[in-house]
């Protein structure tokens, strides 16, 4: 007797690969996947290294040239003849070269005039100093020496320029050819503009009309200037005895007013007997003879 079954065949179950197995090819794959895609860190080191070497040979093939350059004959100075001195009146051209430090072998690329100038006017007597290249082997250095109105009592001997600064003492071997100018004390000095402008423009401008003065009492022959800040100023000249007062101001009628006298006073002998000539006085002038007083 036949019969039906209602079981389906079934296909045989595969059998599940072994766990290291799997584990194994997936790591493999991995590190394949990991070689493929990754960055290559050898090669952007090579890279790297050549690179510094290479920047490192040109600086210095570049600092080589650049001392080549420096030390090249065709802009270095042959004499002390090719540099050309310009405004000395006191200081001597040796001494200029020295503080400068320029000689043969000076190079004009190397040089740094700005430098130059700096070390040329740290000297008392340069005002100021202008060194300029003449390409391709010259040089022009121009010196503003100061130029000293008087020499002022101070404590010592200093000179003192048009705006009142006291610049320099006077040292052994300095010209002393200039008034002494006293009476005002270091302090007045002290500032970084020098003395006070009206005292000083006072003082220049009657200096200033002394030059043109007759003798004895002209720039040449005047020893002294003091100065009195409420007085004014007071004169005392080689040849003549006697101070004479100019006060504050009106100097140029003053001492003409005395030059009219000078021929009278000379002739009366009331010069040589003078201890004081007072020309602070309008239309007069007045002697105090030694030992007594009499108004003239």
Known sequence: MAWSSNLKPQRPAKRPAAKGTFQRRGRKNNRRRSQKKGPKYWLWGIFLTFGFIGLAGLGLGLALLYHQVLTWDLFSLKDTKNINIVGLKRLQPDLVLELA???PG???????????EQALETHPWIARATLTRKWPQRLELRIQERDPMALVQAGE???????????????PGDPHDFPVITGLPREFFS???GALPETMARISAL????????PPLNLENVSEIHVDRERGLTLYANGLGAGVDLGMDKYQEKLTRLAQAWPVLTQKGFLSRAGRINLDYPQKVLLSLKGMEENQ
């Open 101 to 103: 430090k320029l000689g």
């Open 191 to 193: 500032s970084g503009e």
């Open 207 to 214: 200096m200033n009309l002394l030059k043109a003065a007759q």
């Open 106 to 116: 000076a190079n004009l690329l190397a040089l740094k005039p700005t430098r130059v």
């Open 157 to 171: 001997l200093y000179y003192v320029d048009q705006k009142g600064k006291l610049f320099k003492p006077l040292s």
